[in-house]
């Protein structure tokens, strides 16, 4: 069924709406449990695109049976929790970094997402069908239309600009991250070379030079390096170990 292009134009200034309230839930609750305020989210304008999206996605699926309410609790679950593992998994991927974390919460998938999110994600689609969306329909039915067009091209321009700019920061961080990772392993190569050669000698200054680069690092994890990382911290702790023992003596 096609659209008019005032649907099209009320569709766009939703999901906007949609993103700024994600944006303001999300950073309110980060802000108050950090006891600072935290922009939350990839982009660094007040929207949280996949707030946006999942709005936007539970409204069209549940248009059908919108009454019922057991089916839009489920479709509200299951739809926001596959947005979240595509989208967790893609930016992972592409900036080897992740924007959320699950897996202090139980029953988790790889961090990605978690059955208290998810029955979470049910009753906020509940909401959002059998009240929130009717009022903001109002409020965006009332706007003239050259209101709501102009709006819709300022947000969609200072939006893409947005994304290009975050993008960037996102690839520069990466490399960052990059850098520091293989600078790490390539000290635990070299001192892995000393470890095997003077194996029978031991000394303080090659434990000093491990735990300094940990230390300097020492909350860094990365499913792409971590092996790396894993062996260094067993092996300092095999020195410590022979070094104790050494002093024993």
């Not at 939350?40 to 999206?53: A, H, K």
């Not at 989208?87 to 988790?108: A, C, I, Q, T």
Request: glycine share 4%; aromatic share 12%; charged share 20%.
């Amino acid at each position: 069924m096609l659209m008019t292009v005032k649907e099209i134009g009320l569709w766009i200034f939703i999901f906007f709406l949609y993103s700024f309230f994600g944006w303001v839930w999300e950073s309110c609750y980060r802000s108050v449990k950090q006891k600072k305020f935290v922009n939350r989210g990839y982009l660094n304008g007040p929207w949280l695109p996949i707030y946006g999206f999942s709005a936007l996605i539970i409204l069209y699926l549940t248009y059908p049976f919108k009454e019922r309410i057991a089916m839009v609790f489920l479709v509200g679950a299951l739809s926001v929790s596959i947005i979240e593992v595509v989208v967790g998994l893609s930016m992972e991927k592409l900036f080897h970094v992740r924007y959320w974390d699950y897996r202090g919460v139980p029953l988790n998938y790889k961090g990605y997402i978690a059955l208290p999110i998810s029955l979470l994600w049910g009753v906020l689609a509940v909401l959002l069908v059998r009240f929130a969306d009717h009022q903001v329909m109002q409020l965006t039915a009332c706007l003239p239309l050259p209101i709501l067009y102009v709006a819709d091209s300022i947000l969609l321009a200072l939006f893409l600009f947005d994304v290009i700019l975050s993008t960037i920061q996102a690839l520069h961080l990466k490399r960052i991250l990059h850098n520091n990772i293989q600078s790490i392993n390539e000290r635990n190569k070299r001192l892995r070379k000393q470890v095997k050669k003077h194996r029978a000698e031991l000394n303080e200054k090659v434990l000093k030079k491990a735990e300094k680069a940990l230390k300097r690092n020492p909350s860094i994890f990365s499913s792409k390096h971590n092996a790396g990382l894993s062996e260094m911290r067993t092996m300092i702790n095999e020195i410590k170990d022979k070094l104790n023992k050494d002093q024993g003596k």
